[in-house]
Nanobody, 120 residues
């Protein structure tokens, strides 16, 4: 079964950092594009950052450029989202999914996500 499990969220203060993990099972993360999505309270889920199978990162949101970095560890079969200088507007549930970077669909279904709360 192809599965992605998100973890690493928590409650942090304005300006602090978090690293989210997206652990894969049933497939290798370097065979697919993997994207991180953010769903703020009461808002639609939006793509934040995508890492292509070839290792090319793309940040979709101007608000995270320079602050968020997507990466992967093939040995651990995990994709990460390093989030620095966190702001209250970064609060929400973060999901990862298999996709094609730039596409409007995902492969498979959404996981549980991981909650990030940034207090001011």
């Amino acid at each position: 079964q192809l599965q992605l499990v998100e973890s690493g969220g928590g409650l942090v203060q304005f300006g602090e950092s978090l690293t989210l993990s997206c652990a894969a099972s049933g497939f290798s993360v370097d065979r697919y594009d993997i994207e991180w999505f953010h769903q703020a309270p009461g808002k639609e889920r939006k793509g934040v950052s995508c890492l292509s199978s070839s290792g090319r990162p793309t940040n979709y949101e101007d608000s995270v450029k320079g602050r968020f970095t997507i990466s992967r560890d093939n040995a651990k079969n995990t994709v990460y989202l390093q989030m620095n200088s966190l702001k209250p507007e970064d609060t929400g549930v973060y999901y990862c999914a298999r996709t094609r970077c730039g596409a409007s669909f995902i492969f498979g279904s959404w996981g549980q996500g991981t909650q990030v709360t940034v207090s001011s």
